[in-house]
Structures are given as structure tokens and as C-alpha cells.
């Protein structure tokens, strides 16, 4: 069984894609949105948080924990490889990608303060982005429009608008969305981009990864029973249902 969690139904968008590669798998998702966002959290609230959920995913029997989730893989997931016994899977920041594969030389990174300011993003961004300019932006209320189930509608591109328009503004031509709530957006985003902007979503990457290790691990990659998904959540289960449906 794979757990999979988030602060909210971001981790859904990641869910989406395992879902894709790995269809008979049982899977547990958990929304921990009664704390929701971690995005302005501090590090050890995130890591207490990363380890309650685990040990609760644990006693559900998962074997594999996704961090279906940006800002908690940055400050919680070397704390988790280095308490438990079993694999965890992250969100890395497909800055790589981007910078391969822009043309103007400028590259677009959405993604919460928390994920911004950790060192992960920040040595990836070191290593990858030689000679590329990267310009910055916290998707300001992206996470409580997913929350809300807003995921489309005036209010939700003005919103939206107000921290794409920036990036774009300094030449963008690639935009990174670092946070697994932003592609539920990403129809807005495009819209409001274009259709000359590449808009990354590192979710797909961040699924095959998650089957190499479990191939590697020798974890059984089909459940006995066969498919089945349990959403649970911290606080109410309304959104996470209305955007798994919606999937
Ligand atoms: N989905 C999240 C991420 O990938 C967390 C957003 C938040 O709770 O601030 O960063």
C-alpha cells in the first residue's frame, strides 16, 4: 500500500500521476488540512507534522510515503529517511528541466516561501542554473483557492494574475509550478501565460521516480485486492473529495 500526503488536496495532482503508471495499487492519501498551509510554517512544526502522518500511514500498513508536497519535502524529508525504515518519495524542483529548456534565458519559479527559502531549492537552483536568469514568486492564495475549491472563475484569475504577471513581465518563457497545489491551477495559469510558455508540473517525474524505487526495493508494485483509494483528512474532507472527483 502507498501513502501518499500533503498539507491540503495539492498531493492529489501527484496521486493523479502514480495513479497513471502504478493502476492497481491500493493507495492511502492523507490531507492534513487542518493545519494547512505549511507554506509560512516553521520547520520543526512541518517535521512533527511529516512524522505524525507517517506513523499513521505506517499503522494503515503503507510500505512507501510519498511527500506529495514541496514545502514539506523541503524541511521534513531527511528527517524522515533518517528515523524510518521505508522509502520516502519528494517533490524535487524541476528547475533542471526548465533551464534546459528555456529559449529566452529566463525561467519562472512559482512555489510556496517555505519551499523558496529551503536550502534544497536553493542548491538545486545553484547547481542547474548557470548563466539562466530565475525569477521568484510565492503564488500568493494559490493554496487556499485549491482549499476552496475555486479552481476556476474571475476571482480565481485575478488572484493568479497578480503573481504570474511578474514572472512574465521580467521574459519568462518556462514556469515551474513548485508546489502540488498550483496544477490545479495550471489551466489558469496557461491561459493567462499563453501557449508560448511551457508550464512545468513536476508530478510526472516524481511517479516514475517512485516506481524505479519501489522496482528497485523489491515492493509490489499491484496490490492482492487490487485498486482501491481511502482519502482522509485532518479536518474536513469536502475539498479533497470535490477535487478527487474532479481527477
Ligand atoms: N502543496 C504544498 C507544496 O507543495 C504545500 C502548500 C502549503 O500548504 O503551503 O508546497
Redesign the pocket.
Known amino acids: 500500500m502507498i501513502g501518499i500526503f ?3 488536496a ?2 492529489l495532482s501527484v496521486y493523479r500521476e502514480i495513479v497513471k503508471l502504478l493502476p492497481h495499487q491500493s493507495y492511502v492519501y492523507f490531507s ?1 488540512n487542518a493545519h ?6 516553521s520547520q520543526e512544526y512541518i517535521i512533527d507534522r511529516a512524522r505524525a502522518i507517517t506513523d499513521h500511514l505506517i499503522a494503515e500498513g503503507c510500505s512507501v510515503v510519498v511527500v ?7 524541511a521534513a524529508i531527511a528527517t524522515l529517511r533518517s528515523e524510518y525504515d521505508i522509502p520516502f518519495i519528494g ?1 524535487e524542483p524541476a528547475v533542471k528541466p526548465a533551464a534546459l529548456g528555456t529559449k529566452s534565458g529566463v525561467i519562472g519559479v512559482l ?2 516561501a ?2 523558496l527559502r529551503a536550502s534544497k531549492y536553493l542548491d538545486t537552483k545553484e547547481r542547474f542554473t548557470d548563466g539562466i536568469k530565475v525569477v521568484e514568486h510565492v503564488g500568493q492564495g494559490f ?1 487556499e483557492l485549491v482549499e476552496a475549491g475555486e479552481l476556476e472563475g474571475k476571482h480565481t484569475e485575478e488572484v493568479v494574475r497578480a503573481s504570474v504577471e511578474p514572472l512574465l513581465s521580467e521574459g519568462a518563457d518556462v514556469i515551474v509550478l ?5 496544477p490545479f491551477l495550471r489551466p489558469v495559469i496557461q491561459e493567462i501565460c499563453g501557449p508560448a510558455v511551457n508550464v512545468i508540473d513536476p508530478a510526472p517525474a516524481a511517479a516514475r521516480h517512485l516506481v524505479d524505487v519501489m522496482k528497485e526495493k523489491g515492493l509490489p508494485t499491484e496490490s492482492e485486492g487490487g485498486f482501491s483509494i481511502q482519502l482522509e483528512a485532518s479536518g474536513s474532507d469536502a475539498t479533497l473529495r470535490k477535487i478527487h472527483s474532479l481527477l
Not at 494547512?36 to 510554517?41: F, H, L
Not at 506529495?68 to 523541503?74: D, K, P
Open positions: 500533503d498539507s491540503g495539492g498531493g492534513d494547512c498551509p505549511y507554506g509560512e510554517k506529495a508536497c514541496n514545502t514539506a519535502t523541503a517533490m512555489a510556496t517555505g519551499t493554496v513548485g508546489c502540488t497545489h498550483y
